[in-house]
């Protein structure tokens, strides 16, 4: 079984540095770099234009970005350790909201997620902490889980917003359940940092991945680990799942791309643009009567945009 994806565009020189995330909306993508603006293009012009620079947002540079499900709300956090929350105005653009006040040090908010509706924003922190924040209550602090003290490297919220993942450097996997505020698993099978996790849209299985160079599927409601997907020769660092929950995608440091069955739990796709790494892979949303598109950026600082071989 494979797929073909073909590259119906590349953004090159879409920043002077490494892109190291990016985040998307209906008709946007939001990409963040070592450079201090936030970068947004269009996702329903072929050439993807750019239409807004959000300059200076972050002095260091920027190492996450994120978005709300419901397309409203973004945050970023910059190598400073400050965060940020963007909102989307009445005209379609991107303004400043705040910034989360908490004594931030560089390390001290890393890796960010939003909830689908972009009232909460979850991070994790160099000691292991994942803190939670309500964006609409003035950005305030609310909620602290604490896990066995290792650095926070990825966070990703179930749609749901039931359950809350992080994986750590020292290759721990842990489930929180945000309604009684406990960790529900502490997930074997990594033994490496974990620099991605992802929940399928259902949110049944979760993703996880990093130095292990395996994408690990962990049932969400048991804690077993279902299946071992095999096949990047780097460090994988980053993971998103298809709409339809069908479909995997993971990006490695020796700059190949990734798309997986499920099903299948196959490869059945690779795709390497450049023999630098890739930091950032994200499905776009998927547009009635459009084939499947994917977006791909790193260090060759370009974005690159894919379309499945069959439709348009």
């Known amino acids: 079984m494979s797929k073909q994806y073909l590259t119906t565009h590349t953004v090159d020189e879409a920043h002077p540095t490494d892109i190291f995330s990016l985040a998307v909306t209906s008709d946007r993508i939001i990409s963040a770099s070592g450079s201090s603006s936030i970068r947004i293009r269009s996702t329903t012009e072929p050439d993807f234009p750019l239409v807004q620079t959000l300059e200076g947002a972050h002095k260091l540079g920027c190492h996450h970005v994120v978005t709300s499900r419901d397309g409203t709300k973004a945050a970023s956090v910059g190598f400073g350790g400050e965060a940020t929350v963007w909102s989307l105005d009445k ?24 909830s689908a509706d972009g009232q909460y924003l979850a991070s994790t922190s160099f000691n292991g902490r994942l803190n939670v924040w309500d964006t609409s209550n003035e950005r305030v602090k609310f909620k602290e889980y604490e896990t066995k003290g290792s650095f926070g490297m ?33 997930l074997a099978g990594l033994v490496r940092p974990v620099r991605s996790v992802a929940f ?10 990093g130095d292990s160079r395996v994408i690990a599927l ?12 095999s096949g990047h020769a780097a460090w994988v660092f980053s993971l998103d799942w298809s709409d339809t929950g069908e479909y995997l995608l993971s990006g490695a440091f020796d700059g190949k791309t990734k798309v997986w069955s499920i099903d299948a739990r196959t490869c059945v796709a690779t795709h390497t643009e450049t023999d630098k790494t890739t930091w950032s892979v994200k499905w776009l949303p998927k547009k009635p009567g459009k084939s499947e598109h994917f977006a791909t ?16």
């Open 91 to 114: 005209d379609g653009l991107w303004a400043k909201e705040g910034n989360i006040i908490d004594a931030n040090k560089a390390g001290e908010l890393w890796a960010v997620a939003l």
């Open 154 to 186: 990825c966070i990703d919220l179930s749609r749901d917003g039931r359950f809350t993942a992080t994986g750590h450097e020292n290759g721990g996997v842990y489930i929180f359940d945000n309604g009684s505020g406990r960790m529900v698993h502490s």
């Open 200 to 209: 399928s849209p259902g949110g049944k299985l979760l993703a996880a991945t």
């Open 218 to 229: 962990y049932d969400v409601t048991s804690g077993e680990q279902v299946a071992n997907l």
């Open 297 to 312: 950026a790193g260090a060759n600082r370009s974005i690159s945009v894919y379309r499945e071989a069959a439709g348009g």
